[in-house]
Structure formats: C-alpha cells, structure tokens
C-alpha cells in the first residue's frame, strides 16, 4: 500500500499546500478565562494547540502561572551562567547533541561561589532557593514531554536528569528546531489517535501533564 | 563423503535455510521506501531554494503508529542560514511543506548523498530488527511511534550517513528500546 501511495505522490506534487491538517471536531463554544476575567469563547481544538505549547516550552509553569517576569524566570537565568563559568557554549553543547556535562554538586558550587543560592521573588520581596528550583525542575523533567524530543534529537541520555535542566532544553530546541516540531507532531497525531475529536477529554489529559511541572 | 562432512554439509544447508527464513519473514510494520520517494521530496525543495540539500529524513513504521505522514524530509540551504524547510510525504499521497524559522544559524552538516547509502528504509528496517525489537513492535502493534531516521552521526568521526531505528511507546513515561544504528550500506549495527 505505502508503494502504491508513494508512487501516486508524484502525480500530486503541491510544493506550497500548507503544512499538515488534522480533522477536528465542529467549532464548539469553550470555556475559558480572558486576561481581563471574562468569559470567551474559545474552540477547543485552539485551546488544546496552546496547552501542547506550553507543554513544549521548556520553561513552561504549570497551569497558567505566568513566568515572564517571575521570580522562577529569574532563578533560571541564574542557572543558566553556571554553563559559561564552567567554560561552556551552552548552544555548542546542544548543537552537538552531547548529554549535559553540568552536574547537580556543579550548579550548587557555583550558586555557592556567586552568592545566587538565594534571589528576591520581585512580586513578594521573599527569599527563594535557586538550588531547590533547580532540583524541582531536574525532578520532574523526565516526566513531562521533554523526552520525546530527546528521542528525535538521538544521542542524548533521556534517563540523565540533567539533560532536562530547562536552560539546556531550551538551547536543544532551538538547535533543533525541525525534531522539536516533529516530535510536537506526533504527540498530537496520538492524542487525536486516542481521543479522535474528543477535544474536551484531549484537553482533560494535557492539564494533567502539565500539572506535573516542577512547582 | 565422510561422516564428518556429511554433517558439515548438512549443517551449512540448515543455516542457510534458516537464513532465508530470517529474511523472508515479514515484517511486522510497514516503510515507505525513500529511495522512490526522494526525487518528489526534492522537487519540493529546490522549490524553495535551487541549493537545498538534504540533511535528515524520517520515516514512521506504520501499522499501529499515529502518524499522519509517511516520510519527512528535512532540507537546509548554505545560501539561508535561518531557516530550513520540512517537506512531508503524506498518508494521502500529498506532498505539504513547512518553512522553519531558526534564530540562530542553521548546523549545515554536509548534504546526505544518494551513493552514502546503499540500504533503502525497508531494507534498514531487516537489518535492525533483532528479537527484541520484532517482539516490541508485536506487543504494541495497536500502538506505537517508532521510526527510522536517515541522518549523519553527529558526534562521531567522519559524521558518517546512518540510519537509527527508534522504537518507542507514544505517550511521555511510555517504554522505549535502546536507539540502533544501521550502517547504511552494510546493514551491520554500528551500536
């Protein structure tokens, strides 16, 4: 069968068709929360789109916590100075799909050494742990995701925690642009695999994967 | 004819018999062959740039995977360093392309040539399915999202051409076997 499709592929050649389209139920009205509070209409195959974007992003906060501007946006990029000070190209690494060289005794030393092991959350002036941050995210990583562009990727360590360290994903994914989406693809073909037009129950089961984040 | 070389004989005609029945077993999922398939990639390609060059494709192993498409292929340019285009074969014989915007320059590994790799995608598949994986692909034939990569090994001297045999469950936490890689002309198991 394949060859047959195959050699029927030449007789349909569409080089500017748009990308992959996927069947999806009716337009129905979803509840959902506006930025200002009410209430919006929004279809529940766009409301599943952007949670699975969220799953993606690899410093995605559970639920809808914002980290633009948050305290644990700050704590990352804390971390993420811990790749230079020990004499790495963060997007280097990830380029040549070797498996994080960073090690957990390395962040805190160098927290320790820069006196970040503690930063102001800006919103409420409070104290927080960059180090248990970073063990939270390190936690929960394998969970989520993150791993299945870890497999498209190939040659990385999906079992290393510190493969899912979210400065280093992010620097994997921006490399590889092209996995990152096919392995976005292929969650979604599952999801409508499993749960065919069923936004609402797609929707059920994404939440819940997101709340396995590392808060 | 000795005793001795009566049984050598004999031997050497079960393993052959063996041998062809190893090869002729069919396969418990289904490729869709690249070789054939590439020229219509590649239109598509030099659609959107005249030096495009191929830098990996992928193929699902269908029966039981979710996939939507039959082959991607992913093209680079050396003129257009931001961005990279995906061109899917898919399940309904349509071609559909998609530009990726990089923001940062685009790793141009050297183009995949077409005598860099003797193996067409079913024929890797063989190669790389021992026991182990023919009993995964059996045990979750209802559903699985595996696949083959043609791809240069990164990492390694030369960045041979290679194809790597993923076999995964679909969903995060599911189960997944050690990544095989093929050399592409041999078929041998490179690790």
């Not at chain 1, 992003?57 to 804390?78: A, C, H, I, K």
């Not at chain 1, 040659?155 to 590889?176: G, Q, R």
């Not at chain 2, 740039?49 to 498409?69: M, T, V």
């Not at chain 2, 309904?92 to 685009?106: F, K, L, Q, Y």
Request: glycine residues 8%; aromatic residues 10%; charged residues 20%.
């Amino acid at each position: 069968m394949l060859l047959a499709i195959g050699s029927l592929a030449g007789c349909k050649f569409e080089p500017q068709i748009p990308t992959l389209l996927f069947p999806t139920a009716p337009p129905q009205p979803f509840s959902g929360l506006a930025p200002g509070g009410g209430q919006v209409a929004e279809r529940p195959e766009d409301a599943v789109d952007k949670l699975i974007d969220e799953l993606f992003d690899p410093f995605n906060l559970p639920g809808d916590e914002p980290y633009e501007g948050s305290v644990y946006q700050q704590m990352d990029r804390v971390l993420s100075g811990a790749y230079a000070y020990y004499g790495h190209d963060l997007a280097e690494l990830a380029r040549n799909r070797q498996d994080n060289p960073l090690t957990e005794q390395m962040f805190f030393d160098y927290l320790v050494k820069t006196g970040r092991i503690y930063v102001p959350d800006p919103a409420t002036g409070d104290q927080f742990s960059s180090y248990e941050w970073l063990q939270r995210r390190l936690g929960t990583g394998s969970a989520g995701v993150y791993s299945l562009v870890l497999d498209e990727i190939g040659d990385l360590d999906k079992n290393n925690p510190m493969n899912y360290e979210a400065n280093y994903l992010a620097a994997l994914f921006t490399a590889y642009l092209w996995e990152a989406s096919r392995a976005r693809q292929w969650f979604h073909d599952q999801l409508i695999s499993l749960y065919g037009v069923d936004s609402a129950a797609m929707y059920e089961y994404l939440a819940k994967l997101d709340l396995l984040g590392p808060e | 004819m000795t005793n001795r070389m009566l049984a050598d004989s004999l031997g050497i005609a079960l393993l052959l018999v063996l041998g062809g029945c190893k090869n002729s077993q069919a396969l418990p999922v289904e490729v869709a062959s690249l070789r054939e398939n590439l020229p219509t990639l590649e239109r598509a390609a030099l659609a959107w740039r005249p030096d495009a060059y191929l830098e990996s494709s992928e193929i699902p192993l269908h029966n039981g995977s979710p996939a939507s498409w039959l082959i991607d292929a992913h093209f680079n340019s050396p003129t257009t360093p931001y961005e990279s285009l995906l061109v899917n074969l898919n399940i309904d014989g349509s071609i559909s392309t998609e530009r990726i915007a990089h923001t940062i320059p685009v790793r141009l590994v050297a183009p995949i040539a077409p005598d860099e790799w003797a193996l067409d995608s079913e024929e890797a598949l063989k190669s790389g399915l021992d026991s182990r994986r023919r009993q995964f692909l059996e045990v979750h034939a209802d559903s699985h999202c595996s696949f083959l990569k043609l791809e240069r090994d990164i990492g390694e001297p030369g960045e041979k051409v290679v194809w790597r045999l993923v076999l995964r469950e679909c969903l995060p936490g599911g189960e997944s076997l050690p990544d095989i890689i093929i050399d592409p002309n041999s078929g041998r198991i490179l690790r």
